[in-house]
């Protein structure tokens, strides 16, 4: 059964309702107006990345920062730990 979702554009915070069957569907109806996706060419290739691009992994996100855990100490008071410690 249709959900509606509401979908935000990021950069511009502009957003939509959209009836779909699933988020991706609502996320693929409002890309498909504004963007567009071909296979990079030899030459695409050469441009862009002598240009500074980098390839970026689909379903990959870049990590902020190193995540902070909470260490328990012998009293009892509980200490941010770093994870490169």
Sequence with gaps: MPRI???SVKESQKKQLVRAESKAGALRHVAEKTMGAEVA???D???MIG???KVEDAGKEEPESAPEAEESTLSGKKEKKDWAD
């Design 41 to 43: 060419s030899q030459d």
């Design 5 to 7: 979702y509401v979908v």
């Design 45 to 47: 290739l050469v441009e």
């Design 51 to 53: 240009s500074g691009l």
